[in-house]
């Protein structure tokens, strides 16, 4: 059994999918960011960064309790576990992991500070407005030539790359794109959705997006003074 801290974010997501498509049983445990629940002295000792997702599997490697963090770190732990979602092929599992690795590294972050600057800044700052909008566009061009002549990212196959990737692009009108712009993502993004894994998961997540409260303390403690405190074990 695996227990999920997780939030109806892009990153939390990424892990229900792979959950929900291999079929592993888990319990989910909503972590309240706006309540500043990250920062108890409980996740942080599974979680150090104090972001979810975290899972933490009871039947690990050698049958002992193992916690992971990190969404990349966490897709990649449930590959190899059931082997699914991965490539066998070395050539084509270095694919996979190329893209996963582009999607940890570039694709998440810089669509994150675009959510950040465009939805969430208390003041328009131009600047940093256009260049994330604009560092977006440019990933989603990579992502579309990628996908010229392919159904899935990487491996040529259905993997950990494209759960990796899918839940970012649900969110492109928050990083100012139109995905019309992109009929390759368009394509590969309607077929994803189409998955009854995803179609489940998206369905459920939606409702605890709503519960999420907006105000002060909130602001505090994703994007102020709770966010940047040492926290001291
Ligand atoms: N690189 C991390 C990023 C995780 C992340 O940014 N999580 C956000 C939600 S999507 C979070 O927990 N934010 C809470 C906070 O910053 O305090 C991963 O992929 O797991």
Redesign the pocket.
Known sequence: MIDLYT?P????QKIHIMLEETGLKYVEHF?R?DKGE??SPQFLAISP?????VIIDHDGPYGEVTSV????C?LLYLAEKTGKFIPKQPSKRLEVLEWLFWQ?GGF?PML?QAHHFRAYAPEKFDYAYNRYTNEARRLYQVLDIRLDGRDFVAGGEYSIADMSIFPWCRLHGRQGQDLNAFPNVLRWFESITERPAVAKDLAKLEDKADQMVWDKESWS??FGSE?YRRKNP
């Open positions: 939030a974010t892009p990153n939390g972590i960011l990250q920062f960064n104090n972001k979810i997702p963090f990190e969404s990349g966490i940890m998440g994150g403690n994703l966010q």
